[in-house]
């Protein structure tokens, strides 16, 4: 299982449009949270790959949730 890390960038594409790239930067994290370079604080979310995610626009059906196994290298 791989897990956030501190300074990273993680990325997913919209499922909608897959050349729309959805970033964030992972500047604080916790056992239950990760905190982006914005101050947003998101909760993680359990994924069928068992890697950490979450949901960067909210919790509906189509929401686009990153995954700590895409990362911008």
Known sequence: MTKFQIGKTYFTRSICD????????????????????????????N??????GFRPWGNYSMAPVITSDREIA
């Open 18 to 45: 897959s050349e729309m790239i959805i970033s964030a930067t992972i500047s604080k994290r916790t056992a239950k949270t990760v905190t982006t370079d914005d101050g947003k604080t998101f909760r993680l979310v």
């Open 47 to 52: 994924t069928y790959s068992k890697n950490e």
